[in-house]
């Protein structure tokens, strides 16, 4: 399966974004999906995540309330709303791909990983 991100940008704090994933080569439906992301000078971190049906997610604890993971089977595709964006979640946002049943957070789980898309939040 090849993943594509889009839809990062510049915005200020307190704006929203909405991140798209497209899955192509397999149907999505077969993998639990994920948002990753690596800040300036930090090692990559969970997001959030997502079963293969859509009715699990979980979210790291910085981003609850503001982030929310959503999929499409039907388009083979992932989103991730974000607002009331911080500095703090500036960062380049990775998609990701398990075969993995359940939602997790383990990035050593997932096969498969897009480009990334870059997201910068300013003050």
């Given at each position: 399966?090849?993943l594509?991100?889009?839809?990062g940008?510049?915005?200020q704090a307190?704006?929203?974004?909405?991140?798209s994933?497209?899955?192509?080569?397999?149907p999505a439906?077969?993998?639990?999906?994920?948002w990753f992301?690596?800040?300036?000078?930090?090692r990559r971190?969970?997001?959030?995540?997502?079963?293969?049906?859509g009715?699990?997610?979980?979210?790291e604890?910085?981003?609850?309330?503001?982030?929310?993971?959503?999929?499409?089977n039907?388009?083979?595709?992932?989103?991730l709303?974000?607002?009331?964006?911080?500095?703090?979640?500036?960062?380049?946002?990775?998609c990701a791909?398990s075969?993995?049943?359940?939602?997790?957070?383990?990035?050593n789980?997932y096969?498969?990983?897009?480009?990334?898309?870059?997201?910068t939040?300013?003050?």
């Open positions: 399966i090849q594509v991100e889009s839809g940008g510049s915005v307190g704006g929203s974004l909405r991140l994933c497209a899955a192509s080569g397999r439906n077969r993998y639990s999906m994920a992301r690596q800040g300036p000078g930090k971190e969970f997001v959030a995540a997502i079963n293969w049906k009715d699990e997610t979980r979210y604890d910085s981003v609850k309330g503001r982030f929310t993971i959503s999929r499409d039907a388009e083979d595709s992932m989103y709303q974000m607002d009331d964006l911080k500095p703090e979640d500036t960062a380049i946002y990775y791909a075969s993995v049943i359940a939602a997790t957070n383990l990035p789980l096969n498969f990983w897009g480009m990334g898309t870059q997201v939040v300013s003050s």
